[in-house]
C-alpha cells in the first residue's frame, strides 16, 4: 500500500518524492535530497536503498534497523556544498522518533559526496 505524503517532510506525495528514488526511477540531484530520501528509506525500512546510498568507502556490512524504534519527522537545519554542480556536501538535521513511546532526536552533521556521479552518504561529523 503506497504511502500518501513523504515520509521526508516535503509537501508532496511519497510516489512523487522519495518514492521515485527509492523504486530506482531518479537519483538524488543534491545532498539534501539524498538526506531526505534515506531519511525516508529508515522510515520505511529499506535497507536495500540506504546501502546503495552509502559510500563504499565507509558502508556496514548490514543495516539493522532499531526494533520499537518509529521516525516521526525529518528538519533540516543547514546545508554547505551539495549542490548539483558540487561534488561534496554536508547536511545538518534533525530526525525525531519514538522508542518503546518515548521520543528522541537524533541530530547530525552528515557528509556526502558523488561516486559514479551519484550522490552518496558518507559519514557523520
Known amino acids: 500500500m503506497p504511502v ?44 536495500a536503498y540506504l546501502r546503495k546510498t552509502w559510500s563504499l568507502t565507509t558502508r556496514p556490512a548490514r543495516i539493522d534497523f532499531t526494533p520499537g524504534q518509529k521516525w516521526t519527522g525529518l528538519e533540516i537545519v543547514t546545508t554547505t556544498g551539495g549542490s548539483p554542480f558540487h561534488t561534496e556536501g554536508t547536511v545538518e538535521f534533525r530526525a525525531h522518533y519514538t522508542r518503546n513511546g518515548r521520543p528522541g532526536v537524533q541530530q547530525e552533521n552528515s557528509t556526502f559526496t558523488r561516486e559514479a556521479g551519484q550522490w552518496v552518504y558518507v559519514e557523520a561529523l
Open 4 to 47: 500518501p505524503t513523504c515520509p521526508c517532510g516535503q509537501d508532496l506525495l511519497y510516489d512523487a518524492c522519495c518514492g521515485r528514488l527509492h523504486r530506482g526511477e531518479a537519483t538524488a540531484t543534491t545532498a539534501e535530497e539524498l538526506m531526505r530520501s534515506r531519511y525516508a528509506a529508515f522510515v520505511m525500512h529499506d535497507a
